[in-house]
């Protein structure tokens, strides 16, 4: 059982790097319209799937925050920043690429290669990404059933394959 949750997590992980190289692809460099694109991918997936993008970069992010060669790293070279200021520093951080997410939290001072030194860049809308898609996706379906009998039972279940979604992973997590 562990080697199956094993493997879904895997998964998970290389989903959301699958997206977000998508969009890192397009060479969008205004983090507004990197989200955007982002945003819109994750409107054409399926509920669980928005709620896994959702995790996992909420789990890059918090994981950041704890790492403390790499903080120690950033300081080392010139860069300072609240705990917010960090947050939003990650999702720009992720927005770059696997590759660059890799290289940057291994040896903090590449980042100098791209950016001003001491100026941490923000995404602090990344984080909102996948919000934005649920709530995006809910209006696009209450769109489409315009002609559904009772509206608020609609939203009930809608809401419901949401719920459903989310307990299913706070048990794959317990399980672990």
């Not at 562990?2 to 699958?18: D, G, P």
């Not at 909102?128 to 009930?156: G, S, T």
Request: with cysteine; hydrophobic share 40%.
């Amino acid at each position: 059982m562990e080697k199956e949750i094993s493997v879904l997590k895997r998964i998970k992980y290389q989903r959301f790097w699958n997206l977000i190289e998508e969009v890192a692809s397009k060479n969008v460099e205004d983090v507004h319209q990197i989200n955007k694109e982002i945003t819109n991918i994750l409107v054409n997936r399926a509920v669980k799937e928005i709620n896994d993008f959702d995790r996992v970069g909420a789990r890059y992010i918090a994981d950041l925050h704890e790492h403390v060669d790499f903080l120690q790293g950033l300081q080392k070279a010139g860069y300072t920043f609240t705990d917010d200021g960090l947050s939003y520093f990650a999702g720009w951080l992720i927005v770059q690429g696997l590759d660059t997410f890799k290289k940057v939290v291994e040896y903090p001072e590449t980042l100098l290669d791209l950016t001003e030194k001491g100026v941490l860049p923000e995404n602090e809308g990344f984080a909102y990404c996948a919000d934005d898609a649920y709530e995006v996706k809910r209006r696009l379906q209450l769109e489409k059933k315009k002609d559904f009998e009772d509206e608020d039972k609609f939203i009930m279940l809608l809401n419901e394959e949401l719920y459903l979604a989310r307990r299913s992973l706070n048990q794959e997590e317990e399980d672990i």
